[in-house]
């Protein structure tokens, strides 16, 4: 009995050992994954580093240049003084003066091309006009030749109806004087 208890007590504290041992387990996982990520992160945030790193590098060199820049052209401006003023002043009354013919042409160009479609519409319109004026004298024409012909056709019917008539006549008169000449005999 001594011994049954003795080894039930030996048997608890392995499983709690073996409890324990995958406590341990579970956490070393999670310990060793939390290291994969804060190395993931450590990575990033060097290379975040790094790359802020070149561009304040780049920046500090832009900006000596611009320094180094911004000295020249105060020692032009002091050396050169109103001339430079004057000369970019020419340059700025130049293009101005460019400036305002070019916009003086568009205008112009504009002002031409309103007046030339202007003149293209009224020419339609008058094209229009005249072939409608031009159909209708079509129109007019045939309607007085059907006229003409039909006055054509009367005469020569009333021509024809003449020239029978004065063939009865002839006919009627010889025919008179043939039976007067008949009767006087």
Known sequence: MALDQEAGDLRERLEE???????????LRKAELAVVEAESELAKEKALSEENLRAKNALEKQ?????????DLETAATTNGPRSATILQQKLDEK???LDAEIRNRQEA????????????????????RDKLKARQEDDSAKMEQKVKTLRQRVEDLVMAENNLTIAKR??????????????R
């Open 17 to 27: 050992q073996q409890y324990q041992v995958t406590l341990s387990t579970e956490k």
């Open 63 to 71: 900006v000596t240049e611009l320094s180094h820049r911004i000295a």
């Open 96 to 98: 101005a003066t460019l």
């Open 110 to 129: 504009l002002r031409v091309q309103r007046r030339s479609e202007r003149m293209v519409r009224d020419l339609q319109h008058q094209l229009l006009e």
């Open 171 to 184: 006919k009627a008169e010889r025919e008179s004087i043939e039976s007067k000449e008949k009767s006087v």
